[in-house]
């Protein structure tokens, strides 16, 4: 949902004064298994902008810094024709028309507002206005070109005299990634992913404005963290700290803040100063922390009451000499 208090350039909270019933939020994995095997696919990887929105690494409100799109199209019917005939039809999506929709939507956060310029608590919270578009406003944006709809499917945002760029009817799945590269002190980035599995288009040709989708998840990923760690059995493992490569995902994320500069610390002051001897009994512990320890702003709600759940990737380059990295991946839900 769009956060409150800010005015879509799109017109779209005004759009659609009778929503439907918004489609499940569930992990992604479940929403792959709803879609099935894809027949037909268009991908556009790493198509590259820039915002002036969320906040970056430091925690800092709307600063300019680079953005990474990517978007996953699956089809309900094969590329029969498309194939066939050698040209782009109906049965299909050009991908240049589908980089340049998204390009568009990202023009309306390629400049700060009034607001924007506005200090930034450590907190996360804007001294002053409180309507600078986030991380999720901007993908929200983006979702809504495409689709027509809200994330969720529960309520048409565009204006009555604009048409969405993909024709819900002949979609089976549709993924959108934000990767923010520049937006984590230690880590490789972070982003923000949505995956949906839409119902068969039989089921919607009696009720036009029925709710399109049949599940959804988000996800919440911080890339590559690369932190300093006693971890390890051996006895030189013992001796001194080594590198270890932590990827954490949030699935079944239900928030609109951007919280990813408090979860990135978070993580760290749990690996600092640990003294495990596995990565699996480490692993389960960082989630464990997330689950329990983490909150956002003043809410006492904690993650595992959200219903989150959280995956940890751990790697340890240095501890096998002739492999890339062992790693351990662990998944802890609510």
Not at 144 to 150: E, H, N, Q, S
Not at 296 to 323: H, Y
Request: charged share 25%; glycine share 6%; hydrophobic share 40%.
């Amino acid at each position: 949902m769009l956060s409150p208090g800010w005015k879509s350039p799109l017109g779209a909270k005004s759009a659609d004064p009778d929503p439907d019933p918004a489609a499940p939020l569930v992990s992604t994995w479940q929403v792959r298994a709803d879609a099935g095997e894809p027949l037909a696919i268009v991908r556009v990887r790493n198509l590259q902008s820039v915002m002036t929105a969320g906040r970056d690494a430091w925690g800092r409100v709307a600063k300019p810094q680079p953005v990474l799109i990517s978007s996953e199209v699956s089809f309900t019917r094969p590329f029969e024709t498309a194939s066939a005939r050698d040209t782009v039809n109906a049965e299909t999506v050009h991908y240049g028309s589908l980089s340049k929709a998204l390009l568009g939507g990202m023009e309306l956060f390629a400049t700060s507002s009034p607001s924007s310029d506005k200090a930034k608590t450590s907190s996360g919270k804007t001294e002053g206005d409180g309507g600078v578009p986030g991380t999720a406003d901007v993908f929200e944006v983006l979702w809504v070109k495409l689709t027509g709809r809200v994330v969720d499917g529960s309520r048409v945002a565009l204006p009555l005299d604009q048409v969405p760029f993909l024709d819900a009817t002949r979609l089976r799945s549709l993924a959108l990634t934000v990767h923010l590269p520049k937006a984590s002190l230690l880590g490789s980035g972070v982003s923000l992913a949505t995956t949906a599995c839409f119902t068969d288009a039989d089921d919607l040709a009696d009720e036009r404005k029925k709710n399109p989708l049949r599940s959804y998840a988000r996800s919440l990923r911080l890339h590559g963290l690369l932190v300093p760690t006693l971890i390890g059995v051996n006895y030189n493992e013992r001796a001194a700290k080594q590198m270890v490569v932590v990827n954490v995902e949030i699935d079944r994320f239900d928030a609109r803040e951007d919280i990813h500069p408090e979860l990135e610390r978070l993580v760290v002051e749990t690996l600092e100063p640990s003294s495990f001897e596995t990565l699996e009994a480490l692993g389960t512990h960082i989630a464990n922390q997330i689950l329990t320890e983490f909150r956002i702003g003043d809410s006492p709600q904690s993650m595992r009451e959200r219903g989150w759940q959280v995956r940890v990737c751990l790697e340890k380059p240095i501890a096998v000499p002739f492999a890339d990295c062992p790693s351990v991946e662990v998944r802890v839900s609510s």
